[in-house]
């Protein structure tokens, strides 16, 4: 199987690998891949790629990864002030300006060639806060 078929997680296992470096920060968060989140303890970071698509030129192993961060705490008072805390942290890790190498510095058989932040989003649900970060990488499901 090609090291692109599996880009998405490659993805996710690059994002986990850098934020775990900064899990002392993040008050008790856990980190979890790919949205499973039934009866996960909160608080946690989810991080989840959505959707990958091959760049042009296609069979040369370059790829848009689409995806998100979202970081789950309750919604109750208390909540919104860890909720501030660990979102600084993070959008602080994602905001560098050499994030694309801690990426690719972050697992082996991953190159990240560039990372946008995009639009934040929050909601509630079942009393948990979620906010979501999301992102696009470029990246290679292998070193280069």
Known sequence: MSPNNQILFKAEDAMAALISTIL???EGCSIHLGGQSDGLKIPYIGII???GEER???GKGNWTVNGKIEIHTSAD???RE???RIVGHVADLLSSSTIAD???RSISDFTCHGF???NPSQKVEDRTHIYSIEFVAA???SDV
Do not use: H, N, V
Request: net charge neutral; hydrophobic share 25%; proline share 4%.
């Open 56 to 58: 042009q030129p296609r």
């Open 77 to 79: 008072d208390q909540g």
């Open 102 to 104: 801690d990426l690719t």
């Open 139 to 141: 990246c290679c499901g």
């Open 82 to 84: 860890l909720r501030k």
């Open 49 to 51: 790629a959505d959707t």
């Open 116 to 118: 946008l932040i995009g």
């Open 24 to 26: 002392e920060k993040l």
